[in-house]
């Protein structure tokens, strides 16, 4: 066997009230793609940070090659050969490929001079198969392109081992294929990688090693022929999860939201969403997928009355509008749960009774001349906590305060309850853990069985084709199709998203 | 009207614009660096007082311009020392540490000169013209162009050196990088304090030189507020030439020009009376009008004004 | 947060630094002598410094006079007070100390006077240029007709131009610089009615660059001799040497400005109208008049560059206009 490339040992990490990484190892062989897998918080990108010399470890130590290392920055890192391809790309927009790739090359004062820097991007793009053209500028670049400029930044510098966080987050299926088969070719190469995702099906695929953190600690350590995903799951939760969802068969009712030619304008003017129709029935739930950017959001904000239409219409259980307000599509009978929980589901600063009843709270019982009826929130927002198993200390805990699955689940309970009939809901489980979205998922599904008509926005191609009777997918604002779920393969879903029909 | 015509008196107004363009050349060209390197610095008017004090002082004590022109560059660069320590190492506001900047300028160079000089007492400039041979016999062109002082011919040749400066060396890259993603130079090696740092430095010696121009080339005495707004103008100009030193150039030419063409025409008697105070608002009405048209934005570097720090 | 610390911290410091350079320098304004018995005091807020050969000079030296000749007994002087709330504080600083007269020189301080001067009615205060006494009983204001002195420049200057050219330089169209500009103007073109006299605003009292540009733009318009009123001229004055061009001051001998080419400055006395104001607090009235300074009460003087070769009948005719100034038999239209 051959010696490990890199070993971190007992490496711990402080940070004011958070014990971010608790006696973590991790060893990476040459050749060899290590997983970090774990839930958001678990103290992953801290530990690849480490790794990088961004942040400096309370205890612990590193050794690279065999011999210990200290590394106190990017520099270091970079020097020794580490490379590392961010969740957030680090790239300078307005600087181009080739640009990006010289920065931090050669003495201050020197000349930049690109030719060879363009060659060698040139070489490195065929031998790996990523194609960059190395004069345009990363504002003019697509995201799966920006992707390979940042491994090519990587390359150039002749990394041994690349850190890849999250890399997949942002690529649509096909961009996932082209990614692993890069990957694999830097591994053949004798490079390690060390990939981070949250994503069983990819880490099931391309790992050799898996090391599962929870709450900044091991939790597990094991190889892919060893473990299934439900194992994996349960490593990362701490407890057994539930990861198939069975839609049962019913017939779909009547529409009961229907867009009729829609076209918005994003927040530069430019048309976001264009020529928008689509259907969706009682008991039915409705997946729109699509890489984020394509419309998605400006289509729900659309639908809520929270951006202007520019042409076309809704109609909500039959009352058609092209100019709907919040309130009026409340009335029609609408509920939402918006992307951005926090910002637009919730008030932190609010306890959890009051944002349980921040759609009601000027109505009775809630409400009594004028004057809010403290015993009739108390009373409600107790039994909204039992019904949705809602963790927090009591119902006057500042919302803030809780975790971001409970959160989420204030935010459902509140939208879920009352008697809408229809359901718009954007990303209901992006950032939430894997136990938290098994219960939204199933709370989705016993909505469907209610009759509920149900629009779901999701960048999650997995869930979308999980709960879905029919799935729409969006490409730069407009409908590239309509699928049937039993029709549907992720191969032909991917093409659509990338644009291709 | 027609007065104004003359091609004499045309080349004296044009090259009385050039030399008032200078000023706020060297001072925009110094603030559109610092800017690229994402520092906001508003204390350039303050920098160019104390570069024009330490300039005329070391002039007036010294009988040198020479040695007065290099106590203007020092100043300069050690009003970026501390300028560069408030905002990159103590990460303070950068819009309010510059306004601070300024009041200290004003302040600090008023008390200087009533302290240590008092009275205005003439100076002997910098007024070397290195090319004015070449204006003898090329008639009103070869002086538009050639009657210059040396420090006029500086300016000027800075603009190509700190375009190459920005866009052909390493460190312009890096320049260009912290200005715009400082995360992405930081994992790249790249220590984003240091070139912001040293942005910082050159762009309060550019201003310090800008100071010290007017007080060598000039004025050739000092006062107090001698600078009179240049330095706010010369912040508005980097934001009118899309922080590129082409169009900053530009910039400055259309100032100077418009404010000795205000002049001129009221030495001929084409403007006066009320309509007087109003053309000598001609300057700074044209920045509002700048600032309006191009509040685009397009080119403003994406971390301008805001520190750098790791966990943000 | 971190940021008001530091910035106090290095205010502190080149604190320090401006206080150390200030104690080597030539500090001789600070002075009062004490006398006992009923003596006459008298206190004098001024903006600039006591020896800036300008504005605050000609207060400073106005009561040092006084002083000499034992007009009065004992003065005290707070110069460099450009802010006007410091102004205003030691105005009220030397009421209280009881002062018998207290001139605030300069037409910003008039606001904080006319809060402050109903507190002392015992005291009498006395300020300008200004001829405002805010109809109170303890207050005198003092001005000048700068207009007289600009007159009698410009008929020295119609004599001395061989362009028939002459350039002025003003800051804003107001007040004392502009009634100097339009009596120089009035002067010169009753002298010689071929004069163009060409008048340049820069609209700033501070913008000695601009001032510099106007000189250069008068000097290649042809014009030989140049005129300016207000600090900011020091740069055109500089232009006005370098190209051998005559200048006429106002408000302070400028002679120093520029040896070789200075003619002749208006300068202001006010140790007549502070005689004069010493004398009516002595006897009890406290205030409500306004001066005016006029060559008739010596308030106004042309002083000549000695250096300066000026033809024995010019400068004859200049006492000429003088005295036709004073007797009424000219005027300069204002």
């Known amino acids: ?501 | 009207m027609s007065e104004f015509f003359t091609v004499a008196i045309l080349t004296a107004t044009l090259t009385s614009g050039i030399r008032q363009a200078v000023p706020y050349l060297l001072a925009a060209l110094g603030e559109a660096v610092s800017q690229r390197a994402g520092v906001l610095n508003l204390g350039v008017e303050g920098v160019m007082l104390i570069g024009a004090f330490s300039a005329y002082y070391a002039t007036l004590e010294t009988k040198s311009a020479a040695i007065g022109l290099l106590m203007g560059l020092l100043a300069g660069m050690f009003m970026g020392l501390i300028y560069a320590f408030i905002t990159v190492v103590m990460h303070a506001e950068q819009g309010i540490s510059g306004i601070g900047i300024y009041l200290f300028g004003l302040g600090f160079t008023d008390l200087l000169f009533q302290k240590q000089v008092g009275t205005p007492r003439p100076i002997q400039g910098l007024k070397t013209k290195p090319m004015n041979w070449l204006a003898e016999d090329t008639g009103r062109v070869g002086e538009l162009l050639f009657s210059h002082t040396i420090l006029t011919y500086v300016a000027f040749l800075l603009v190509p050196a700190v375009y190459w400066l920005v866009t052909r060396t390493t460190f312009g890259l890096n320049v260009r990088a912290v200005g715009e993603n400082p995360h992405a130079a930081d994992t790249l090696g790249v220590s984003v304090n240091g070139v912001r740092a040293a942005a910082i430095v050159f762009g309060n010696t550019m201003a310090g030189l800008a100071g010290a121009v007017l007080v060598l080339d000039i004025v050739q005495n000092f006062q107090q507020n001698l600078t009179a707004g240049r330095g706010f103008i010369a912040i508005a100009l980097v934001y009118f030439g899309a922080w590129r030193p082409l169009r900053v150039m530009a910039g400055a030419l259309l100032f100077g020009i418009v404010s000795s063409t205000v002049l001129t025409l009221q030495a001929l008697d084409v403007i006066s009376g009320s309509v007087t105070s109003i053309a000598n608002m001609a300057p700074a009405v044209l920045t509002v009008i700048v600032l309006v048209v191009v509040s685009r934005r397009i080119g403003q570097p994406a971390a301008l004004t805001k520190p750098f720090t790791r966990d943000a | 947060m971190k940021y008001p610390r530091v910035f106090n911290l290095l205010l502190a410091l080149l604190g320090v630094f401006a206080l150390a350079i200030a104690g080597c320098g030539n500090d001789d304004d600070d002075s009062s002598t004490t006398q006992t018995g009923t003596s006459f005091r008298v206190a004098v807020v001024a903006p600039s410094a006591s020896n800036d050969l300008a504005f605050t000079q000609s207060i400073v030296d106005a009561v040092r006079k006084l002083e000499a000749s034992n007009h009065i007994d004992e003065v005290s002087i707070t110069d460099g007070t450009f802010v006007v709330e410091d102004a205003g504080a030691a105005i009220r600083g030397y009421a209280e100390e009881g002062y018998d007269l207290v001139v605030a020189h300069g037409s910003q301080y008039g606001g904080p006077l006319q809060e402050i001067a109903p507190d002392f009615p015992e005291t009498s205060f006395i300020w300008g240029t200004a001829v405002d006494t805010f109809g109170l009983p303890n207050v005198y204001s003092y001005s000048v007709r700068s207009d007289l002195g600009g007159y009698v420049n410009g008929v020295v200057a119609a004599q001395l131009t061989e362009s028939n050219i002459i350039g002025v330089i003003g800051p804003v169209e107001v007040g004392d610089a502009k009634l100097y500009v339009d009596g120089f103007e009035a002067g010169a073109q009753a002298q010689n009615p071929d004069v163009d006299v060409k008048i340049v605003y820069t609209g700033s009292f501070s913008d000695v660059a601009a001032a510099a540009e106007a000189a250069q733009s008068h000097i290649s318009l042809g014009a030989d001799v140049l005129t300016g009123s207000a600090q900011m001229v020091v740069g055109a004055t500089g232009v006005a040497q370098e190209n051998g061009v005559l200048w006429f001051g106002t408000q302070a001998n400028q002679t120093p400005l520029g040896e070789d080419i200075v003619v002749a400055s208006q300068v202001y006395r006010w140790e007549g109208i502070l005689a004069d104001a010493v004398d009516r607090v002595k006897a009890g009235e406290l205030g409500g008049e306004t001066f005016i300074m006029t060559f008739a009460g010596g308030g106004i003087d042309i002083q000549f560059n000695d250096n300066f070769d000026l033809p024995q009948e010019v400068r004859g005719s200049a006492q000429a206009t003088i005295d036709g100034l004073i007797d009424g038999s000219i005027t300069t239209g204002q």
């Open chain 1, 1 to 501: 066997m051959q010696p490990p490339m890199l070993e971190m040992r007992n490496i711990t990490k402080r940070f004011p009230g958070v014990v971010a990484n608790e006696g973590v190892d991790l060893t990476v062989l040459p050749g060899q793609v290590h997983t970090l897998l774990g839930e958001n918080g678990a103290g992953k990108s801290t530990l690849v940070k480490i790794l990088y010399g961004l942040y400096q470890p309370d205890e612990g130590n590193i050794s690279f090659d065999g011999s210990p290392i200290n590394i106190d920055s990017p520099a270091t890192a970079i020097g020794i050969g580490i490379g590392m391809i961010h969740q957030h790309f680090m790239l300078v927009d307005t600087l181009t490929v080739a640009e990006n790739v010289a920065l931090g090359l050669g003495k201050q004062l020197s000349l930049t001079n690109l030719k060879p820097i363009r060659q060698r991007i040139e070489e490195v793009s065929e031998e790996f198969g990523l194609r960059v053209n190395p004069d345009a500028y990363i504002w003019q670049m697509a995201v799966g392109e920006r992707q390979r400029a940042e491994i090519l930044k990587a390359l150039y510098r002749n990394v041994r081992l690349l850190v890849l966080d999250e890399p997949t987050a942002v690529l649509t299926p096909p961009e996932v294929t082209d990614l692993f088969v890069t990957l694999k070719q830097l591994t053949a190469d004798g490079r390690g990688l060390v990939f981070i995702s949250h994503k069983l099906n990819e880490v099931m695929e391309i790992s050799d090693e898996i090391t599962v953190l929870r709450d900044g600690k091991v939790s597990g350590h094991t190889r892919p022929a060893e473990c299934t995903r439900e194992s994996l799951a349960t490593l990362m939760v701490g407890r057994p999860v539930e990861l198939t969802r069975t839609l049962e068969a019913q017939t779909p009712g009547t529409p009961k939201l229907e867009v009729h030619s829609l076209a918005v304008r994003g927040d530069r003017g430019k048309l976001a969403v264009e020529d928008v129709s689509l259907q969706v029935h009682a008991g039915e739930i409705v997946g729109i997928v699509g890489v984020s950017g394509n419309g998605q959001r400006e289509l729900a904000e659309a639908i809520m009355g929270l951006r202007e239409i520019e042409s076309g219409e809704i109609a909500i259980n039959s009352q058609q509008t092209s100019t709907p307000t919040p309130k009026q599509v409340r009335q029609m009978g609408l509920a939402y749960v918006p992307e951005e929980r926090m910002k637009y589901g919730s008030i932190g600063d609010f306890t959890v009774a009051e944002n349980l009843v921040l759609t009601d709270y000027n109505r009775p019982p809630y409400v009594r001349r004028g004057v809010l009826s403290l015993s009739a929130i108390e009373q409600r927002s107790k039994q909204l906590v039992d019904d949705y198993s809602i963790r927090t200390p009591n119902t006057q805990t500042l919302t803030r305060k809780l975790s971001g699955g409970n959160i989420q689940k204030v935010v459902l309970a509140r939208e879920f309850s009352g008697d809408a009939e229809v359901l718009l809901v954007a990303q209901p489980t992006r950032g939430v853990d894997i136990g938290a979205a098994e219960y939204i998922h199933q709370q989705l599904l016993t909505q469907r069985k209610q009759g509920k008509a149900i629009l779901l926005i999701s960048e999650d191609l997995d869930e979308v084709m999980a709960l879905s009777d029919r799935l729409v997918v969006m490409y730069e604002g407009a409908i590239m199709g309509q699928i049937p779920k039993q029709e549907a393969t992720t191969e032909q879903i991917g093409l659509l998203m990338s644009g291709v029909s």
